[in-house]
């Protein structure tokens, strides 16, 4: 990886971490690769559909597919971020246009790996799969989101 391409990972890796919604949820950015474009990510414990049983709540699910739908757009270049200066930080132009979730097993698990890989990307639009599992590498969901990139 080249350093500019890097640096810009590095930045959007610290945008991440410092979204109010992301923090809510406790998702954070523990590590990716940039060739393969795949994210872990990891989710607070205070989001449980079913707090007995530990089974996470399909909004949640929900948001963590579409954040990493939309993190592989950003890494990939798909959307571009505005500039942006030290009291006003760039911003990602774009947003979901539709997603599809399909849920498969109950989402159990302590830790939730998401991963994605992007279907297509247009001048305007792209298209991303992405799906979620728990430490031991259950699929609990995935989704298919079309997003609007330009």
């Known amino acids: 990886m080249n350093q500019e391409k890097g640096a810009a990972l590095k930045t959007l890796c610290q945008l991440f971490s410092e979204l109010p919604f992301h923090r809510m949820l406790g998702l954070n950015l523990d590590s990716f690769d940039a060739e393969t474009v795949v994210s872990v990510s990891t989710c607070g ?15 949640v699910i929900a948001s963590i597919l579409d954040t990493e739908a939309a ?23 774009g947003g979901t246009i539709d997603m599809r979730i399909d849920y498969l097993v109950p989402g ?14 247009g001048n305007k ?4 799969r992405s799906e979620l599992r728990n430490e031991l590498n259950e ?3 995935v989704g298919t989101g079309t997003f609007l990139v330009g």
């Open 125 to 128: 639009i792209g298209v991303v």
């Open 45 to 59: 414990m205070n989001w449980w559909a079913i707090p007995h049983f530990k089974i996470l709540h399909g909004g």
């Open 71 to 93: 993190f592989i757009l950003a890494v990939d270049g798909a959307w571009h971020a505005e500039s942006g200066s030290l009291h006003n930080p760039p911003v990602l132009k």
């Open 139 to 141: 699929l609990i969901a």
């Open 108 to 121: 159990k698990g302590t830790h939730f790996i998401a991963s994605g890989n992007i279907l297509r990307v």
